[in-house]
């Protein structure tokens, strides 16, 4: 049975010293499924790495995955090939390595993943979509935060990357691909 093809768009939301928000959009098919989630503290880099990692984690088999995204640090690392780069210097100065990490595994357990990047804020449709996502967990954690509520009560994954302490949501992010 051949693989299924897959779209990832993501997009991630943050700033430094502060809390991040990620959102993903997966599709496969007729099958599309939204994703969602925060970090406690994250800069937009780390935002944009964990939305394409998060998303990639969610697909239950191995697939063909064509990954949509805003960022260019996230798409020229894989289309310029800076990752070999990364790699034959040992990691040194690169920012952000156990999340690069992350997502080289979450890549390599996929058949083919091909990045594709799109201009932010230009209105194609999933990649807004992603924005928004990301945009309102961000500012659901700044307002837990300001209201001095425990943002890990939220109905959506919270990562706090200091503590490495993952507090799942109430919902599964598994993604079932259609057999093709």
């Given at each position: 049975?051949?693989?299924?093809?897959?779209?990832?768009?993501?997009?991630?939301?943050?700033?430094?010293?502060?809390?991040?928000?990620?959102?993903?959009?997966?599709?496969?098919?007729?099958?599309?499924q939204e994703?969602?989630?925060?970090?406690?503290?994250?800069t937009?880099?780390?935002?944009?790495?964990?939305?394409?990692i998060?998303g990639?984690?969610?697909?239950?088999?191995?697939?063909h995955v064509?990954?949509?995204t805003?960022?260019?640090?996230?798409?020229?690392?894989?289309?310029?090939?800076?990752?070999?780069?990364?790699?034959r210097?040992?990691w040194r100065?690169?920012?952000?390595?156990?999340?690069?990490?992350?997502?080289?595994?979450?890549?390599?357990a996929?058949?083919?993943?091909r990045w594709?990047?799109?201009?932010?804020h230009?209105?194609?449709?999933?990649?807004?979509?992603c924005?928004?996502?990301?945009?309102?967990?961000?500012?659901?954690?700044?307002?837990?935060?300001e209201f001095?509520?425990?943002?890990?009560?939220?109905?959506?994954?919270?990562?706090?990357?200091?503590?490495?302490?993952?507090?799942?949501g109430?919902?599964?992010?598994?993604?079932?691909?259609?057999?093709?």
């Amino acid at each position: 049975m051949a693989a299924s093809e897959a779209h990832l768009w993501c997009d991630g939301s943050g700033v430094p010293d502060g809390p991040g928000g990620w959102g993903a959009v997966l599709i496969c098919g007729e099958a599309r499924q939204e994703l969602c989630g925060g970090l406690l503290q994250a800069t937009n880099n780390q935002a944009e790495l964990t939305a394409a990692i998060k998303g990639l984690e969610a697909l239950t088999r191995p697939c063909h995955v064509v990954v949509h995204t805003d960022s260019r640090y996230v798409c020229d690392a894989f289309r310029q090939d800076w990752i070999a780069g990364w790699k034959r210097k040992a990691w040194r100065g690169v920012k952000n390595r156990e999340l690069w990490a992350r997502l080289i595994e979450a890549v390599e357990a996929h058949v083919t993943v091909r990045w594709e990047w799109h201009k932010g804020h230009a209105g194609v449709t999933d990649n807004e979509v992603c924005d928004k996502l990301a945009g309102n967990c961000r500012k659901a954690i700044l307002e837990c935060i300001e209201f001095g509520l425990d943002p890990r009560e939220l109905p959506f994954d919270i990562e706090d990357a200091e503590y490495d302490d993952l507090v799942a949501g109430p919902e599964s992010t598994a993604f079932e691909p259609s057999r093709d």
